[in-house]
C-alpha cells in the first residue's frame, strides 16, 4: 500500500501502526522520527523490530515517505508540522491520531495558512493507560472505532485511501466533521476523565483520605481508573477541546444539582427514576460496545 | 461456632455468607427466611445446598437460631427489626450487613426505643453489580474489608464474637463509630455512584445518544460500570446517608468549578498540577487496595 511509511512520535499509538502495518504487509518499510531525548524510545522501537530504522532529521526521516504519521501527542501538532513544512510533498498523504481533530485543523490554518489537501486528521479510539513503544501491540485497532474528520478541502481519493489503511488494521471506520467529533468525545471521554480527575483530587485532599482511600473497593478502583491517565496528555486534550467540554461541566453540575434536590425533599420516586434511567442508558451503552 | 444460623434475605450477600459459613464449617445448621415473593430464590437457594431449608415464619425461622443476619437492603432492616422483635432472643447475636450503618442504629431506635445490646451492625465492603443466590460464592469476603460499627451500649463479647466470625471468612475486620463508617464510605462509594448514574442519566437524555454512545470506549465503560448497579438498593443508601453525601456533593461541584475556571483561564499550569494530584492520588489508593 506504501513504499516508506514514516512514523513521527513511536509511542504507544505509533508503535502499534507500526506494529499492525508490518503484520498486515501494507508497507515496504517503515522509520520513526524524533528528537534527541526520543532515542532511547527510537532504538527501543528499532531493537524490537517494530521499526526499520529512526531518524533525527527531518529532512531524512521524510524523504521519499508516501504516507507520514503524526503520532505526537496534540499539542505537539502544530510544532510538527512546522517542521514538515519546508519538506511538504504534494504526493505523499499525510495523517494525524490526535485525540481532538479541530485543534489539528486550526494548527494547520496556523502553520500553512490553509488546511493542505493530503491532510487526513484522524481518531483511533484505543489507548491504554501505559505509553511508550514497548506498551505497542499488532492488534491495537483491531474492531476499535477510528474516525476520520476530512477538512472541506481535504481529497477524498486521500480520505479513501487512509479509510482503507485503516480498516486493514482492523479499525471500524466512521467519517464526520471535525468539530462533531469533538463534541462526542467531549461527553463521552473528556467529561468522564476531567470528573475522575476531580473526584481523586477532591478526596485525595481530605485529611483522612488515607483512611477513604484504605476502605475504598472495586466501584470506587474502576470509577477512577481514568484519573491515572498521563497528566501532560490530557492538560493538552483538554485545552484544545475546552470550548466542549466547559459547557459539559455545566451541565453536569446542573444533573448534580437536580439529585442534591431530590436527596433534600425526599423526592424518592425521582431520584429512583434517574438511577433507573443511567443504567438502562448504560446497557443502551454496552449493547453498542460489545457489538 | 454457631448451632443455627438464620439468614434474612438469601441473595448475593446472604447466600455467600451461608456458602461461606458451610465452607468454614462455623454452624451446624444455617436456614433463610423471606417472604412469599422471596420463595424461587429460597427455593433456589436450598436446591443449590446453601441453606438446609428455609421459613416463611419468622417465628419458626429464628427458633433456637443462635446468630440472626439481616442481609436485606437498608430500606427493609426496620421492618425486619419489628418483624424479629416479638421473638427478640437475649442470648443470641443479632448482625446486619447494611451499607449504611448510622440508618441502622436509628431503625433499631425506632423499633425498640433504644439499641439491643446484642445486636452488631457490620458491613462487608464486598459485592457486585450481580444479584441473588444465584450469584453467591463462598469467598466473597476473602482479603475484603468489613466494618463493625458497634453502639454505645453493644456488648464486647458478641463484637469479639462477630470479629471472629468474619475473620473466619477471611475478611480484615475494623471497628468504628456507624457515623464514621457512614462518612468514609459516603466519599469512596456513595458519592462516586452518584456521579455515574448523574453522567449516564445526562448523556442518555442527549438527542445524539446513540451517537455518544456508539463511540465511547473502555475507559467510559469502566467509568460508569457503577452506574448498573440495582437502582432500588442504592435510592435505599443515597437517602440513608443524604446527610453525608451532600455536602460531598457541594464539595465535588466547588472542585469542577476550580477546573472549569482553570480551562476559561488558560491556566495550564493549574490544571497540570490538579491532573497529576489526583494520579498521585490514586496511586495511592491503589497501593493500599492491591495490598
Given at each position: 500500500?506504501?513504499?516508506k511509511?514514516?512514523?513521527?512520535?513511536?509511542g504507544?499509538i505509533?508503535?502499534?501502526?507500526?506494529?499492525?502495518?508490518?503484520?498486515?504487509?501494507?508497507?515496504?518499510?517503515?522509520?520513526?522520527?524524533?528528537?534527541?531525548?526520543d532515542?532511547?524510545?527510537?532504538?527501543a522501537?528499532?531493537?524490537?523490530?517494530v521499526?526499520?530504522?529512526?531518524?533525527?532529521d527531518?529532512?531524512?526521516?521524510?524523504?521519499?515517505?508516501?504516507?507520514?504519521?503524526?503520532?505526537?501527542?496534540?499539542?505537539?501538532?502544530?510544532?510538527?508540522?512546522?517542521?514538515?513544512?519546508?519538506?511538504?510533498?504534494?504526493?505523499?498523504i499525510?495523517?494525524d491520531?490526535?485525540?481532538?481533530?479541530s485543534?489539528?485543523?486550526?494548527a494547520?490554518?496556523?502553520?500553512?495558512?490553509?488546511?493542505?489537501?493530503?491532510l487526513?486528521?484522524?481518531?483511533?479510539?484505543?489507548?491504554?493507560?501505559?505509553?511508550?513503544?514497548?506498551?505497542?501491540?499488532?492488534?491495537?485497532?483491531?474492531?476499535?472505532?477510528?474516525?476520520?474528520?476530512?477538512h472541506k478541502?481535504?481529497?477524498?481519493?486521500?480520505?479513501q485511501?487512509?479509510?482503507?489503511?485503516?480498516?486493514?488494521?482492523?479499525?471500524?471506520?466512521?467519517?464526520?466533521d471535525?468539530g462533531h467529533?469533538?463534541?462526542?468525545?467531549a461527553a463521552?471521554?473528556?467529561?468522564?476523565?476531567i470528573?475522575?480527575?476531580?473526584?481523586?483530587?477532591?478526596?485525595?485532599?481530605?485529611?483522612?483520605?488515607?483512611?477513604?482511600?484504605?476502605y475504598?473497593?472495586?466501584?470506587?478502583?474502576?470509577?477512577?481508573?481514568?484519573?491515572?491517565?498521563?497528566?501532560?496528555?490530557?492538560?493538552?486534550?483538554?485545552?484544545?477541546?475546552?470550548?466542549?467540554?466547559?459547557?459539559?461541566?455545566?451541565?453536569?453540575?446542573?444533573?448534580?444539582?437536580?439529585?442534591?434536590?431530590?436527596?433534600?425533599?425526599?423526592?424518592?420516586?425521582?431520584?429512583f427514576n434517574t438511577?433507573?434511567?443511567?443504567?438502562k442508558?448504560?446497557?443502551?451503552?454496552?449493547?453498542?460496545?460489545?457489538?
Open positions: 500500500m506504501f513504499n511509511l514514516c512514523i513521527i512520535g513511536v504507544l505509533g508503535g502499534s501502526i507500526a506494529r499492525s502495518v508490518k503484520r498486515h504487509d501494507l508497507s515496504k518499510t517503515i522509520v520513526g522520527f524524533g528528537r534527541e531525548k532515542v532511547p524510545n527510537l532504538q522501537a528499532k531493537d524490537l523490530g521499526i526499520a530504522d529512526y531518524c533525527l527531518i529532512a531524512e526521516a521524510v524523504a521519499n515517505a508516501d504516507c507520514i504519521v503524526i503520532a505526537t501527542p496534540v499539542g505537539a501538532i502544530e510544532s510538527i508540522l512546522t517542521l514538515l513544512k519546508p519538506f511538504w510533498n504534494e504526493k505523499a499525510y495523517t491520531v490526535g485525540s481532538t481533530k485543534s489539528v485543523i486550526a494547520a490554518h496556523n502553520v500553512f495558512g490553509h488546511v493542505p489537501d493530503n487526513v486528521p484522524a481518531h483511533p479510539i484505543a489507548g491504554a493507560e501505559q505509553s511508550g513503544v514497548i506498551a505497542s501491540v499488532d492488534d491495537l485497532f483491531l474492531h476499535k472505532r477510528l474516525i476520520i474528520t476530512p478541502t481535504t481529497q477524498v481519493s486521500a480520505v485511501k487512509m479509510q482503507v489503511f485503516w480498516e486493514r488494521l482492523g479499525a471500524q471506520v466512521a467519517i464526520m471535525a467529533h469533538d463534541a462526542i468525545l463521552t471521554s473528556h467529561l468522564p476523565h470528573v475522575a480527575f476531580a473526584m481523586v483530587d477532591m478526596l485525595g485532599h481530605k485529611d483522612e483520605q488515607s483512611e477513604i482511600f484504605k475504598a473497593a472495586s466501584g470506587f478502583r474502576d470509577f477512577t481508573r481514568i484519573a491515572s491517565s498521563d497528566p501532560t496528555m490530557w492538560l493538552d486534550i483538554c485545552t484544545a477541546n475546552k470550548d466542549e467540554i466547559i459547557p459539559l461541566i455545566q451541565q453536569l453540575k446542573v444533573e448534580l444539582d437536580k439529585i442534591e434536590r431530590f436527596l433534600e425533599t425526599n423526592d424518592n420516586q425521582q431520584l438511577f433507573t434511567y443511567a443504567g442508558a448504560r446497557q443502551r451503552f454496552l449493547d453498542l460496545y460489545e457489538n
